[in-house]
């Protein structure tokens, strides 16, 4: 149990059923809702004339995330969840990639290769500053949060994405044409070095007793992250089989539990290729801005359920009843926007538990 979240064992009973595309009473749903204001605590300022060095400052990230944790109400199945990230590019920035920093405060890694054959010298440097400074974060998290809030594991972007960061998208997408087998040889060795990477931070949460979750925040007690290729709009459902697919088998082996990111419209052409690799558990799909409308997407997401993979839902409290016109409750994950209070998640819940008892559609 949680003290943040009270319900948190019944919760984590109904994701493990929803790993495997079964039903406990209810779909999962995850609403943000923050207390009322005369509730609320302040949150801590740093004294920090840099927002880089507030950042840095593991103890204040703690007590930051402790505040603008306990100031939420978790209902339904969402989850009081601390993120550790100093950037996404975080295997990029271990091989040597620097950052950049805009004015309005946005991270970006400056290339550093001009091709794939040229990635072939590319160390991971496991002593490199950011990387200690996520570990200490995230040691400093699970320690705050024991029995009140969880940690995520840090954002890393991997496989394509990584490379694409090494190399800038333009040159990687000429290497794809002329280099391809170095792009092949670039990604195993990345793909090496996000297992060793992604099992130091794992015994981290083993030894805290804490159970894995990322900035999907579903939680597993097994090896759970998610996939992405955020690349993949610049290719061909063909050039993606031939240069990705076996990239993204060898991630499903290798976890437990995983999810899919799939990232605008230009990705979307890939998810046939993606529903049949047997490890994807299950697909997020991201619409693309301005057009995040349920109704318009509900083709793909039945695609998603007939493939008997989990798929997670955005979409507006308004929605609802489209969505239980529409979909299975098995494998379903609710992320519901537009709640206005406390009671009125309570009344979706109780509408997702009748209509999970009412329905007789199963994918």
């Not at 920090?48 to 593991?58: F, G, I, L, P, R």
């Not at 290729?229 to 082996?253: A, G, K, P």
């Amino acid at each position: 149990m949680l003290s943040l979240k009270p319900n948190y064992d019944e919760s984590k009973k109904r994701m493990d059923a929803f790993w495997e595309r079964e039903l406990i009473d209810r779909p999962l749903v995850q609403i943000q809702l923050f207390k009322p204001a005369e509730e609320q605590v302040r949150l801590p300022v740093s004294g920090y004339t840099s927002k880089d060095d507030e950042w840095m400052d593991a103890g204040f990230q703690a007590e930051w995330n402790l505040t603008q944790l306990s100031n939420q109400l978790f209902l339904g199945d969402t989850m009081p969840v601390a993120y550790p990230n100093l950037d996404m590019e975080l295997m990029a920035v271990a091989y040597g990639c620097p950052i950049q920093i805009t004015a309005d405060g946005a991270w970006y890694c400056k290339p550093i290769f001009q091709t794939a054959a040229d990635t072939q010298s590319m160390v991971f440097n496991w002593d490199h500053p950011t990387i200690k400074k996520v570990e200490e974060i995230t040691s400093t998290l699970l320690e705050t949060g024991t029995g009140t809030f969880i940690t995520s594991l840090p954002g890393t972007h991997t496989g394509v994405d990584c490379l694409a960061a090494l190399m800038g998208p333009m040159k990687l997408a000429a290497a794809l044409i002329n280099e391809p087998v170095s792009v092949r040889e670039s990604l195993k060795r990345i793909s090496n070095d996000y297992r060793r990477l992604f099992n130091c931070f794992f015994q981290k949460y083993i030894k805290a007793g804490q159970p894995i979750t990322t900035w999907i925040p579903l939680v597993s007690d097994d090896k759970f992250d998610v996939i992405a290729n955020d690349f993949s709009i610049m290719v061909s459902d063909t050039m993606y089989r031939d240069l990705f697919l076996e990239d993204v088998i060898q991630y499903c082996r290798f976890l437990d539990r995983s999810f899919y990111h799939i990232d605008g419209l230009g990705a979307l052409r890939h998810l046939d290729a993606i529903l049949e690799i047997g490890g994807v558990n299950g697909v997020q799909f991201a619409p693309p801005p301005g057009q995040a409308d349920f109704c318009r997407w509900v083709p793909v997401y039945r695609r998603i359920q007939m493939a008997r993979k989990c798929v997670q839902v955005n979409c507006d409290i308004t929605d609802i009843d489209e969505v239980m016109n529409c979909l299975d409750p098995a494998g379903l994950y609710l992320v519901v926007h537009g709640v206005s209070d406390e009671e009125a998640a309570e009344a979706l819940i109780r509408r997702l538990e009748q209509w999970t008892r009412d329905s007789d559609r199963h994918y």
